[in-house]
């Protein structure tokens, strides 16, 4: 079971960056998909998540009207296409995949907004 996420990168504010989370070893179609970040000192926070179906999205307030989350279930695949980006905004990013008590991580990928 992997997630690998990419699409992490050093981008000026007002840019946009379009993450990807690859999963292999099981099907992401029955998992609830959410992708997390963690600030430098600060507690990891959920980002946005995507029902299984892809049928309901949750924001957290920051995100919202910026970030945009979606899957592709045929290609196994998560994305999170963040527009206007802030300094805030820099964190390690990280994929998730749930399904009752079962939860799957990504190793992460460094997003850095800065001028």
């Known amino acids: 079971v992997q997630l690998v996420e990419s699409g992490g990168d050093l981008v000026q504010p007002g840019g946009s960056l379009r993450l990807s989370c690859a999963a292999s070893?099981?099907?992401?179609?029955?998992?609830?998909m959410s992708w997390y970040r963690r600030a430098p000192g600060k507690e990891r926070e959920s980002v946005a998540t995507?029902?299984?179906?892809?049928?309901?999205?949750a924001y957290v307030e920051s995100v919202k009207g910026r970030f945009t989350i979606s899957r592709d279930n045929t290609a196994n695949t998560v994305y999170l296409q963040m527009n206007s980006l802030k300094p805030e905004d820099t964190a390690v990013y990280y994929c998730?995949?749930?399904?009752?008590?079962?939860?799957?991580w990504g190793q992460g990928t460094q997003v850095t907004v800065s001028s």
């Open positions: 070893g099981f099907t992401i179609s029955r998992y609830n």
């Open positions: 998730s995949a749930n399904r009752a008590i079962v939860t799957y």
């Open positions: 995507i029902s299984s179906t892809g049928g309901s999205t």
